[in-house]
């Protein structure tokens, strides 16, 4: 497929080759946050103390001269950042590696160029009276919309070209017919991709994909805990704590003597394997002071020797198991007075 005249003449180099224009959208995303900040404080500091100026006055005027200050610093910035050094094959490390920090460096230059003699005072531009002007007329600015965010993007992709200067936000291949480069497209680090978890809408270069899913809250994962459900990422939380049935409880003895945490699928489990130790508990607590351990240790075995375990153990809580103790109690204590009558006739 061939290129569209407009795009051939954008993309060739010197007139022998073609090169990739695709970038990171999130750096350039970054860069383009920055610019109105950084447009709001150079018209802040500009007509502080003239009673006859506003920022929004000359908003327009200083957006296009930043604009092309911008432009003109980035593409000779490195150069002058830092000289190189032969000696020193470090020195490039001199140079803030994030994008977004060098082009916040070129912008608070123009600002400084730009203020009035009160705006040169330390005093103002550390005051807090300064940042809540420059926060106002950025909210004006958007609420006008004086520059979108699309706008401000388009003037934030050349800029990250001129100063990525390891091209590591940018894709810098060549290439001799615009036919080969239109196929490198498909397959380059750089392309536009977006993400393809259902309700998510991130967009990100492709190279950033892997990273984007490890981290995307709307990737639905297995759980956590083991169970067999799948879960998306940001309720995983939520679902561990509230409502897997592989989340840990306490037992529901805790108050009266069990200290065992488990899954909680496995309560029955837990209260068929431990009814002795529950017993016991529960004894102590019907029968407090009036029987002493060992003695509470053979009304156990006697629940044992009737058989009533296996009910007994379906009992998942203090109360219930309180009520089947003291009924096979009463049981117990019919049984023996039956047999006495029995003994003394």
Known sequence: MELPASEVAAVKDEGTSFQCQNCDGEIVHKIAQLLLPGLAAACVDNTTGDPFKSPASVAVGLR????????????????????????DPDSIQEIPEDPAEIVSI??????????????????????????DKIDDFVQEMEAKGLWMIDRREAVSEPLLRN??????YTCSMKFPTAAELDEHKNSCGFRPASCSNDGCKTKFCAVHADNHDAACPFKVLPCEQKCEQRVVRREMDRHCITVCPMRLINCPFYQIGCQSTYPLRTLEKHCSEFIHSHLLYVLQVIHRDEASIDELKERVQLFEKSQSLEELSRALDVRSLTLAVKEHEAKIKTLEENMDKVSLA
Do not use: Q
């Open 106 to 131: 070129i912008m608070d230059d123009f600002a400084a160029s730009k203020r009035s003699l009160l705006g040169r005072l330390s005093t103002w531009l550390l005051s807090e009276s300064r940042e």
């Open 64 to 87: 296009k001269e930043m604009v092309d200050y911008l432009n003109s610093r980035s593409e000779t910035f490195v150069a002058e950042f830092v000289v190189p050094d032969d000696s």
């Open 163 to 168: 100063v990525d200067f390891k091209n590591a």
